[in-house]
T-cell receptor
Framework: AQRVTQPEKLLSVFKGAPVELKCNYS??????LFWYVQYSRQRLQLLLR??SRESIKGFTADLNKGETSFHLKKPFAQEEDSAMYYC??????????FGKGTTLSVSS | GAGVSQSPSNKVTEKGKDVELRCDPI?????LYWYRQSLGQGLEFLIY????????KSGLPSDRFSAERTGGSVSTLTIQRTQQEDSAVYLC??????????????FGEGSRLTVL
C-alpha cells in the first residue's frame, strides 16, 4: 500500500542551524513527491515538488529511490521557517496522500 | 480571483447531530478534494471528485460520511450522527487538473468541527 512516513512530530533547531525534515515513502510505481507547508494562521500550500528540482525559500529536496526517501533540507534555518511541513505522494489517477506532518520550530 | 472558500469556519455541535460543511472551489478547477486534519493523524484523505467521473470515496472513515458535488462546482461534506472522534479541521482543496499532472492543490482555510 502507498504510504508516506514522517518520523518526527517536532523538530527544534536554532536560527542558522541546518535543517533536515525526513520523509520516507512506499509506492510500487514511479513516485511523484511534494512538500507542503502550513505557516501559523495560513492555508496549507505547496512548497516544492521533486520533479521541478527547484529551491524554494532556500529549501531543497532530493528524491532517493534507493532509500525511498524525499528529505527536505535547508542549510541555514530562519525563524520564519517555523511551520508545519507535510510530505505528500501522488497516487496515479487519484489523490495526494500526506504524511502526518512535522512541526519545525526555529528559535533565536 | 478568490481562493477556495469553506463554510462554516467553526462549527460546534452535539453528539448525534448531523452537520454539513460546504466548499466553493476556485472557478474552473475540475478536481476537488476533502481531507481531515487532526492532531496526531496529520492529513487524512477523505474523498476526491474529478469532473464527471465517479468520486473516489476510498478515504471515507464510515458510512456516516458522505459528500456530493453539484454542477461540478460546490461540494458539501455531510457527517451524520456525529461522534466526538469526528472533531477535527476539515479541509477542502481544488486543482485545475486531475492533480495527477501537477500535484498542486489549493486549500481552503478549513472548517473546524467540535463535537461535544
Amino acid at each position: 500500500a502507498q504510504r508516506v512516513t514522517q518520523p518526527e512530530k517536532l523538530l527544534s533547531v536554532f536560527k542558522g542551524a541546518p535543517v533536515e525534515l525526513k520523509c520516507n515513502y512506499s509506492y510500487s510505481g514511479s513516485p511523484e513527491l511534494f512538500w507542503y507547508v502550513q505557516y501559523s494562521r495560513q492555508r496549507l500550500q505547496l512548497l516544492l515538488r521533486h520533479i521541478s528540482r527547484e529551491s524554494i525559500k532556500g529549501f531543497t529536496a532530493d528524491l532517493n529511490k534507493g532509500e525511498t526517501s524525499f528529505h527536505l533540507k535547508k542549510p541555514f534555518a530562519q525563524e520564519e521557517d517555523s511551520a508545519m511541513y507535510y510530505c505528500a505522494l501522488l497516487q496515479a489517477g487519484t489523490a495526494l496522500i500526506f504524511g502526518k506532518g512535522t512541526t519545525l520550530s526555529v528559535s533565536s | 480571483g478568490a481562493g477556495v472558500s469553506q463554510s462554516p469556519s467553526n462549527k460546534v455541535t452535539e453528539k448525534g447531530k448531523d452537520v454539513e460543511l460546504r466548499c466553493d472551489p476556485i472557478s474552473g478547477h475540475t478536481a476537488l478534494y476533502w481531507y481531515r486534519q487532526s492532531l496526531g493523524q496529520g492529513l487524512e484523505f477523505l474523498i476526491y471528485f474529478q469532473g464527471n467521473s465517479a468520486p473516489d470515496k476510498s478515504g471515507l472513515p464510515s458510512d456516516r460520511f458522505s459528500a456530493e458535488r453539484t454542477g461540478g462546482s460546490v461540494s458539501t461534506l455531510t457527517i451524520q450522527r456525529t461522534q466526538q472522534e469526528d472533531s477535527a479541521v476539515y479541509l477542502c482543496a481544488s486543482s485545475p487538473t486531475s492533480g495527477t499532472k501537477t500535484g498542486e492543490l489549493f486549500f481552503g482555510e478549513g472548517s473546524r468541527l467540535t463535537v461535544l
